[in-house]
């Protein structure tokens, strides 16, 4: 059963560069814009990991960690964060809301699927 | 003894007891196998101590334990069969237990050592699995003992050491220990996994939802200690990881810690992070377990823990990479600090400086000579403390330009290999006093000199290895460097071992050249010297390397430029000897001050023998023959004032001998006045007075005027030569 | 996930697990299996329907068979799916519920 995994980033090269690798992987993905837009897709369906970005209009990453912790069918799944060096206090934030695993941007595929695979392999 | 203590003290007692009894119970097991009362004592034992060991907080007694008692009630519940291996087994158990005791009662840390730990996992596993494995399938292969946690002993010798404590909160942050189990497989191969759920509370206490699990993973792998770490990069928050790398991995850190590079003293942590046995993570957490110690050590101001024996204690690292980083870090330290001594100054500031401090030393001398004139006693202490302080600053400026020899002498090394391949020979160079220092402005002159020399050591000196064998010595020559101070100076002398000079040949060629006349009456030592002589090359044929009739004058020229001489010693057959001698500093003398008439000069203080009344008994003067009887010593003599034309108006003058020496040479120079001992600043002449005899220099004196400072090498020659030019008229001195 | 009693007796009990065991559950599946272990001598779990155990499932086993020890409940894990014998197998403990496993040849990697 091919685990699944939603990317939540408002743009929309990176979904397509992140889905396309996860996919040649053997994952399946859920793609999503915003935090907003993660939450209505989260509908109860079983998934494995959810990658998302920090800084996103309408609900930004942090939010949206805080949000799906509320969730009882999504509360324990991991979550991985992506984010640039800078933004080391989002980082103790996103840390503080139970998002574990974070990538520093910019990365390329092989990084992404190397972290993605010591949280869920295909 | 306060309560605690008074408790440790039973809980030691009882354990020594139980562990006693466990011993003669499991050895009487042995015999009777099916005792359940004995089988039930040795549970008791094991779960007395896990229970009281859990009261003192001794976790790792409380685990092992546990797993024994485990066992053992399953023994007794006819689950397992006991015999001899199990019972060898728990006998080793009990000694573990034992140890571990031991270790928690005199240890402050919780952690294992390693050695320790590693027999725990090893006792564990065979308890948990080892026996069964035998009862279940006989005695499988290797492969799946392995595989059924069974017999295979973890062994840490090629396996790294992974422990993994993941916190309560694991789960729900979305961490699951089985991921990053199932990426570490993709680095290498689980060897051995031990899973234990250690202080999973019981019944309604038990959060399903905290995790409570903990491993300790031997992992067969080729990935280093870093990109072992980052399998948990993740987990970094919820686990405590320790990884132990394998010993077998502990040769190779060993070495790379000792090609580390020396110039800078690093921290042990950033050593062994940057050889791999570390990791950037282990060191932060030891760091972190250091300052917490500290600040729970409150009392007394406790030192911290050493970082070293905290890495250990957390097993993430063996104790011989530690101490081997200690020591390479001592070595360092040590190297450093005696290279941190040095500051590289350019060599124009020092010069400036010392230029500066000569006219300090001169404007001293003038103040001193203005107390002394205007009769100030009040100031006389004052400028008398002043002048010693000048006079250490004047030293210590000078030693600031001193360098050792060694360098100069080492690159000496190529010059005797390149040469004697080219020339055939087998040539070793020895060096010795290479400490010796001088003024740097003096090595950078003399290293063309010296470098002629020891070329013509190696051509004219050191034979053919077949002429040296048929002269019956080592077909290897030696050409020996040397250097040591005397009196003021330094003495470079180069040895060889080789043919030496022929005395007949140089006097042939020096009679032949017109040098000398018939009637010479040289000792064979001036004879030697005579190869200093312009145009006298005694090598039959001239090599391309040397003795084309150039060369020893303009080495003696050149060293005399130095205010240094240079002097020649051979053997024939047993080698030859040029001693170089020159003076420590070209800046600042210790001088003699003498006056002749109206006329002041200077004398290296470091050439005066000895000052003499002309009038006193122990002193002679000869003037027809023209020698000073000193003591019975004869020796050649000198007017100054006749030798530099300004003799003195009054005949009644009481005159002064001050003997000066010049290495083996001798003379007394005839003088009016003695003035003492002068600091002297040497002014160079200019180029109009290069050639004048018998001064190498001047100097300005305290009161404006200025003094010449004698040549003393040229005014001894003088007075043996015994025909000064000033003196050309009176009769001839006779070698005496 | 579910459980479904497939067989009672006043000492002993039969269960099958279906589906999930993993953090999402455990609670629900403690509470359940706990009250059994309250109430019988012996206890079966069959295993053979789940599809999916993570490290707190694992986890749950080994808790029940704790307290099966300590209340003297015979517990056994049966008919092992592939997803539990992988986790098993990956953690080393198999033999240590000491259960015996069947692996079947269906199954894709072991």
């Known amino acids: 059963m091919a685990k699944t995994i939603m990317i939540v980033d408002d743009s929309a090269s990176i979904r397509q560069v992140v889905g396309i690798a996860l996919k040649g992987a053997g994952y399946d993905v859920i793609e999503a ?90 | 003894m306060n309560e605690l203590d008074t408790a440790l003290a039973i809980f030691a007692q009882e354990a020594e007891e139980l562990l006693a009894d466990m011993e003669d119970a499991l050895l009487s097991l042995d015999q009777d196998p099916d005792n359940s009362e004995t089988v039930n004592s040795l549970f008791r034992a094991m779960h007395t101590i896990k229970g009281s060991s859990g009261l003192f ?65 090893r006792l564990i596993s065979q308890l948990n699995g080892g026996v069964q494995t035998a009862i279940q399938q006989g005695t499988g292969s290797a492969d799946e003992k392995i595989f059924s946690e069974g017999g295979g002993e973890i062994s840490v010798d090629e396996h790294w050491l992974i422990s993994l404590e993941f916190k ?28 234990a759920a250690n202080g999973m509370p019981s019944g309604e206490a038990m959060d399903p939802e905290s ?87 409150t009392v007394d101001g406790a ?49 400036h400086l010392i230029n500066l401090v000569g006219e300090l030393v001169i404007s001293s001398a003038a103040m001193n000579l203005i107390v002394e004139k205007h009769g100030l006693s009040d100031a006389s202490d004052i400028a008398a403390g002043m002048n010693a302080l000048v006079n250490s600053i004047r030293d210590t400026a000078l030693e600031l330009r001193m360098v050792q020899i060694g360098d100069t002498f080492s690159r000496f090394r190529r010059v005797v290999h390149d040469v004697s391949k080219e020339l055939n020979k087998d040539i070793q160079l020895l060096i010795s006093g290479g400490e010796t220092e001088l003024d740097k402005t003096v090595v950078e002159k003399i290293q063309d000199p010296l470098t002629h020399l020891i070329r013509n050591a190696l051509d004219h000196g050191i034979e053919h290895p077949e002429q040296r064998l048929a002269a019956g010595k080592p077909a290897q020559g030696t050409v020996q460097l040397n250097a040591y101070h005397e009196s003021g100076h330094i003495v470079i002398q180069i040895a060889d071992d080789g043919a030496g000079l022929n005395s007949e040949k140089i006097l042939e060629k020096a009679l032949a050249n017109g040098l000398v006349k018939k009637d010479h009456g040289l000792s064979r030592r001036e004879i030697y010297n005579l190869i200093f002589a312009a145009g006298l090359s005694t090598k039959d044929q001239a090599t391309s390397l040397s003795g084309r009739g150039v060369g020893m004058d303009v080495v003696k020229k050149n060293i005399e430029a130095l205010r240094g001489s240079v002097e020649i010693d051979s053997e024939e057959g047993q080698g030859t000897t040029i001693s170089i001698r020159l003076p420590l500093t070209l800046a600042i003398i210790d001088g003699f001050m003498v006056g002749t008439a109206s006329e002041r000069y200077i004398i290296p203080l470091s050439m005066v023998d000895e000052c003499i009344e002309m009038s006193a008994n122990e002193c002679e003067i000869d003037e027809i023959q023209h020698y000073i009887n000193l003591r019975g010593r004869v020796l050649p003599y000198l007017r100054l004032g006749d030798y530099f034309g300004n003799t003195t108006a009054n005949a009644n003058q009481r005159e002064s001998v001050v003997v000066v020496k010049f290495g083996q040479t001798e003379a007394g120079l005839v003088v009016d006045e003695l003035h003492g001992e002068h600091q002297t600043v040497i002014k160079p002449l200019g180029k109009v007075f290069e050639r004048l005899k018998g001064i190498t220099g001047a100097t300005v004196l305290g009161d404006g005027t200025v003094a010449l400072i004698l040549d ?13 030019k000033a003196l050309a008229h009176k009769p001839a001195l006779r070698r005496v | 996930m579910a459980i479904e009693v497939k067989q009672q007796q006043p000492d002993s009990v039969h269960l099958v697990i279906d589906g999930e065991v993993s953090i999402y559950n455990v609670s629900e599946l403690k509470q359940a299996l706990s009250n059994y272990l309250d109430t019988v001598k012996e206890m079966q779990i069959d295993l053979a329907g789940v599809a999916e155990i993570d490290g707190a499932g694992v986890q749950l086993l080994m808790f029940l068979k704790q307290e099966a020890a300590a209340k003297r409940v015979e517990l056994s894990l049966a008919r092992h799916s592939e997803a539990v014998v992988e986790v098993l197998e990956l953690l080393n403990l198999s033999t240590h519920f000491g259960d015996p496993i069947v692996i079947s040849a269906d199954w894709k990697s072991l």
Not at chain 1, 91 to 107: D, N, S, V
Request: hydrophobic share 40%; net charge negative.
């Open chain 2, 211 to 297: 995790c409570y699990l903990h491993f300790k993973i031997a992992f067969q792998s080729e990935a280093t200690k870093e990109t072992i770490e980052r399998v948990f990069e993740f987990a970094a928050d919820d686990c405590e990881i320790k990884i132990l790398p394998p010993n077998a991995k502990i040769g190779e850190y060993l070495a790379l810690l000792d090609a580390q590079d020396e110039t800078q003293v690093r921290r042990i942590g950033d050593m062994l992070v940057q050889v791999g046995a570390l990791t950037e993570h282990d060191v932060e957490h030891a760091l972190q377990a250091q300052t917490a110690s500290v600040e729970s050590q």
């Open chain 1, 33 to 122: 814009c915003d935090g907003k837009d993660a939450l209505t897709k989260l509908t109860g369906q079983k998934i494995n990991l959810i990658i998302s970005d920090v800084n996103m209009p309408n609900m930004d990453g942090i939010t949206l960690v805080q949000e799906i912790k509320k969730l009882a069918a999504y509360k324990f799944t991991p979550i991985m964060m992506l984010t640039t060096e800078a933004a080391d206090d989002k980082k103790q934030a996103g840390k503080a809301a139970g998002a574990k695993a974070w990538l520093t941007k910019p990365f390329q595929a092989p990084t992404l699927l190397d972290a993605v695979s010591k949280l869920v392999l295909p």
């Open chain 2, 712 to 724: 003393v090498q040229g005014l001894i020659q003088a007075a043996i030569d015994h025909k000064p």
């Open chain 2, 57 to 121: 907080g001794f976790e790792p007694i409380v685990a092992f334990t546990h797993e024994a008692e485990t066992l053992l009630d399953k023994v007794r519940q006819g689950e397992r069969a006991i015999d001899s291996n199990l019972i060898a087994v728990l006998l080793e158990s009990k000694d573990h237990v034992a140890k571990l005791i031991e270790h928690c009662l005199n240890a402050n840390g919780p952690a294992l050592p390693a050695e320790l730990a590693a027999t725990g996992l």
């Open chain 2, 168 to 195: 309560q909160d694991s789960f729900r942050d979305g961490i699951d220990p089985l991921s990053f189990l199932r990426y570490l497989k993709t680095l290498g191969d689980i060897k051995q996994i031990l899973t």
């Open chain 2, 303 to 351: 030192k911290p823990k050493p970082l070293g024996e905290i890495l250990v204690e957390q097993h993430v690292v063996q104790q011989p990479l530690i101490d081997q980083a200690l020591k390479k870090q001592e070595q360092t330290k040590q190297k450093i600090a005696s290279e941190a001594n040095y500051i590289r100054v350019d060599a124009t500031k020092l010069g």
